[in-house]
């Protein structure tokens, strides 16, 4: 069974910098892209970014400059550095990793991060 899990989410001040990291475990096959999207209370789930399994990488525009999506070698593993953070930026990240084969999707459950003074 697939399991992808979250972590590194919490509280940070503003200007501030986190680190999420989404791992990917349980399939028999490879992922093709893997990505990051954001749900802050009462609004949809919006696109941050992604990663592809040769590099490529696209973010939504907000984030360009400040966030870089990145992962490892295995290409189970990614990672979101997150700098210089907005209150409104505040959201549950959600990570998924989508199988290569058919591009079935799975989602994890999700990381609270909270950008406040």
């Known amino acids: 069974q697939v399991h992808v899990v979250e972590s590194g989410g919490g509280l940070v001040q503003p200007g501030g910098s986190l680190r999420l990291s989404c791992a990917a475990s349980?399939?028999?096959?490879?992922?093709?892209?893997m990505g990051w999207y954001r749900q802050a209370p009462g609004k949809q789930r919006d696109f941050v970014a992604l990663?592809?399994?040769?590099?490529?990488?696209g973010y939504t525009d907000s984030v360009k400059g400040r966030f870089t999506i990145s992962r490892d070698n295995a290409g189970n593993t990614m990672y979101l550095q997150m700098n210089d953070l907005k209150p409104e930026e505040s959201a549950v990240y959600y990570c998924?990793?989508?199988?290569?084969?058919?591009?079935?999707?799975?989602w994890g459950q999700g990381t609270q991060v909270t950008v406040s003074a």
């Open positions: 998924y990793a989508d199988r290569a084969s058919d591009l079935f999707r799975y």
């Open positions: 990663i592809k399994s040769d590099g490529t990488t």
């Open positions: 349980g399939s028999p096959f490879s992922f093709g892209a």
